[in-house]
């Protein structure tokens, strides 16, 4: 389990082929990777600054992946968040996940990603032509953390 | 008690302030009584830390409600809601 | 949309920055990696072979890709699976999609590497102790797969 | 009319055969017809084709059921349940 906050752009490929290196019990590796768009709430975007909580964010993160692991069978999971200045087309987020089959990996990874969003001490703030604006929280990720609630919700396939 | 404030984002940038160390008046314990306390410097202040349904407390790096009671040396955070990812 | 079947190794990471290059509108890139474990069914594999349909193959991961993108807004996918000889901890099939919102990619990719277990013509052969055997259908991936023809399925969050 | 007909995985060996160009007797017309054909070879070809519950048929490389038509030039492949991924 790795949580890095970094300035620094990363290697997907990399992480993900880290996450089965030195073990043969790993059949699957479900990943995302998050990217600054040009264009945001109907607005064109030539920079993003990311502020944090140093801390609370690796915590908080931390705590994610424990939740995770808690509800589904994960071999590792590494996440890495950028901070700073991005421009569009940057990678802001990587989240990977491994297991053994397919179902728990997948969940595991958008679970991780949808308790990100809503609970990781993030803050972006947008660079556009009608000036700087930090960008709102959005009901929508409020809605995808909430449906991991639900008595149902993320079971998986298991396979 | 001294406590640690942070501010961040929006927050900090409605109060021109990141980080400040502060001696709490006998009485004020919880962190509701806090933000009240430090509403009254008026200006900013009383704006933003009045926008509660917004304002999103952590007390040493866990989220907090408003009627949760603080310690001597507490890290107290406030900022807007999160928009990582 | 690109569907490549091959007995050379693959760079996942190089397939995900492919699809987010020269264009701005990516936000969101889903992937899954499939990786040969060293047991199976209770023993232990030594290496497996996969056949497959040629022709049929392509067609049908087409299909699968192009159902995906009339189900959810995505811009790209990638599906790239191996056959021929494979040892454990070679990787096998990759499947990335890009898109604006991470609801969309994650339902598109599990969708499509659902369907790709259920209907895309190949067969696994593993060498174990015990002697070579064709590996059987799973029931779990045909529940995985149908899952999908569940009228509230796969909604994702839409974020 | 003549098809080809393609065999793989567990039924290409247990058939002991890739692939084959196959004139059809008149009156052969669907899948299953095709099936009861192939049959009448004994043996492997009995045994292999007789176990409707897992054998798989394609036409022209689409999923097809046993009561589909036949038409001349077709590529009909038999095969089990796929496994890959």
């Known amino acids: 389990m790795a949580v890095r906050i970094q300035r620094e752009d990363f290697d997907a490929g990399a992480e993900m082929a880290r996450l089965r290196a030195g073990r043969a019990d790993v059949g699957a590796i479900a990943s995302f990777v998050g990217v600054v768009r040009d264009t945001n709430a109907g607005s064109r975007v030539g920079a993003m600054t990311l502020e944090h909580y140093p801390g609370m964010t690796e915590k908080s993160i931390q705590s994610i992946i424990e939740e995770a692991a808690s509800r589904w069978r994960i071999f590792d999971a590494v996440v890495i968040h950028r901070i700073g200045e991005l421009l569009p087309r940057d990678q802001i987020v990587l989240v990977a996940v491994s297991g053994s089959h397919r179902g728990e990996a997948f969940a595991a990874c958008e679970f991780i990603m949808d308790y990100l969003k809503t609970r990781a001490p993030f803050w972006k703030k947008e660079q556009t032509p009608e000036g700087a604006r930090w960008v709102d929280a959005r009901v929508s990720d409020d809605a995808a953390a909430a449906r991991w609630d639900a008595p149902a919700a993320g079971t998986g396939s298991g396979a | ?85």
């Open chain 2, 1 to 85: 008690m001294r406590v640690r404030l942070l501010y961040f984002a929006s927050i900090r940038e409605q109060l021109g302030c990141a980080a400040e160390s502060l001696e709490l008046p006998a009485g004020i314990t919880t962190v509701g009584a806090l933000l009240e306390h430090l509403m009254l410097r008026g200006g900013a202040w009383r704006e933003a830390l009045a926008q509660t349904r917004v304002l999103r407390v952590a007390i040493n790096q866990d989220m907090a409600e408003p009627g949760r009671t603080l310690s001597g040396g507490d890290e107290v955070a406030f900022f807007p809601p999160v928009t990582g990812g």
